[in-house]
């Protein structure tokens, strides 16, 4: 419904910014990605008319803060900035909601799920509507960023080539947090094949069986762990275990039980 509106209006925003930056083209297409598995999700899941609306413009905004921070700091760290509380702040409390969308009936949704959207976890949400948005924005953010870490540069995001990555180590608490089904956090990660092995076990923050089942059909697991040459015996030896139990772990959530 609004939509093309708050897509034109987005564009206007983006020319503030380098277009040509390498990190904030990534941001740009990443953008459009995960409103593409809004789009997706909200057909396989036969969310209504304004569900889904409403989910393709929480997914055009969700990064929005992320230029800024780039802009200033050149930087996808989170120490640089928060970028989902950048981003409510200057939609809410500058006002600049009311580019993208006219009326205010969505505003205490949108700011939920922008909020939240790269949160540890989220916090306890009592309206149904707000937590289905607030878990959709994760599930498509995470569904997209596995295209990122696939046909992206490693230096852009991540700061070194595959080669380099492969020769690094994992630390020992980034390797048994896997095992423990939880996602790692950024206080943890030490290396940045630790960062490597987040972007792999963050699986285990998916929240719809649809969005698990375009993980397995697009065989992203096996993609995203094959896309480094592991040079490094020791880090070689426990991507390839945690290959196997991740494997498990989406299997479980897609009806697939074979190991």
Known sequence: MYYPLAQQEFESYLNGYDRENDRIK?????TYGVVKQAEELAGRMH???????????????HDIGRFEQLKRYDSFEPGTMDHAAYGVKVLFDEGMIRRFLPDDKWDSII????AHHSDYELPEISDPQTLLHAKLIRDEDKLDNCRVKLVDSTSTFINVSEEE???????????????????IL???RVTQMDYWVSYIVYFFDIN???????????????RII??????????????????????????SHTGNRLS
């Open 26 to 30: 990534l941001k740009i297409i990443h």
């Open 226 to 251: 094959d896309r480094i040459p592991y040079s490094n015996p020791s880090t070689k030896k426990q991507m390839e275990k945690i290959r196997t139990y991740m494997q498990k772990f989406i299997n």
């Open 47 to 61: 969310l209504s008319a304004e569900d889904t609306d409403l989910a393709r413009l929480i997914a055009l905004l």
């Open 111 to 114: 700011y939920t799920a922008i």
């Open 165 to 183: 990555l492969g020769t690094q180590n994992i630390t020992q608490k980034v390797y048994e947090t896997v095992f423990e089904n939880k996602c």
């Open 208 to 222: 719809f069986k649809e969005s698990f089942d375009i993980i397995a059909e697009n065989d992203y697991l096996n």
């Open 186 to 188: 950024s206080a943890d």
